[in-house]
């Protein structure tokens, strides 16, 4: 599976309010509207910055705070392919692989906002097309990426009737 688009770089410890603002948590339930104020807090026009395919690129423990799924499901409906980052908050990588929205991890040092990325995940490698490098990924478990391609958990299950790896 190859994934491509642009990286849009944040740093250390961007907390689920800092990717959904909390006066947006309850008021709207659609997800396509909740991704129009994806880090806004951080960066007021991102959402307008993004292009489906893009990836989200971060530093140590992206996603700490709160564990509600509205963090990474405004992600998977603003179009973001995957986030990758130096680690995840623990509750935040489990709600993202439930809803199937992929989180890569792998160090983000070399990789600067705007950087056009090609991520292979069967070579386990991203390959940043400015600078003309690669950095490898920490690979996902094969049940994961089964998770994945099926669109989340809950389809998952409906498609296998349970687990099926």
Do not use: W
């Not at 959904?20 to 909740?34: A, T, V």
């Not at 950095?135 to 296998?160: A, C, N, Q, T, Y």
Request: aromatic share 10%; charged share 30%; glycine share 8%.
């Amino acid at each position: 599976m190859k994934l491509q688009g642009k990286a849009h770089k944040f740093g250390d410890n961007v907390n689920t309010d800092y990717i959904i603002s909390g006066r947006y948590k309850f008021k709207i339930q659609d997800p396509n509207e909740l991704a129009k104020h994806l880090m806004e807090d951080l960066e007021p026009d991102f959402y307008k910055k993004i292009k489906k395919g893009d990836f989200i690129v971060a530093g140590r423990n992206f996603g700490c705070g709160s564990s509600r799924e509205q963090a990474p499901l405004a992600i998977k409906h603003a179009g973001v392919r995957a986030v990758l980052a130096k680690s995840f908050a623990r509750i935040f990588f489990r709600n993202s692989i439930n809803i199937g929205l992929m989180l890569l991890e792998c160090d983000t040092d070399a990789i600067s906002d705007g950087d056009y990325l090609v991520v292979n995940i069967k070579e386990g490698l991203v390959y940043n097309k400015i600078k003309n490098t690669k950095i490898s990924i920490r690979p996902l478990p094969d049940f994961m990426l089964k998770i994945l391609k099926d669109g989340g958990l809950v389809s998952h299950f409906k498609k296998h009737k349970g687990f099926k790896f």
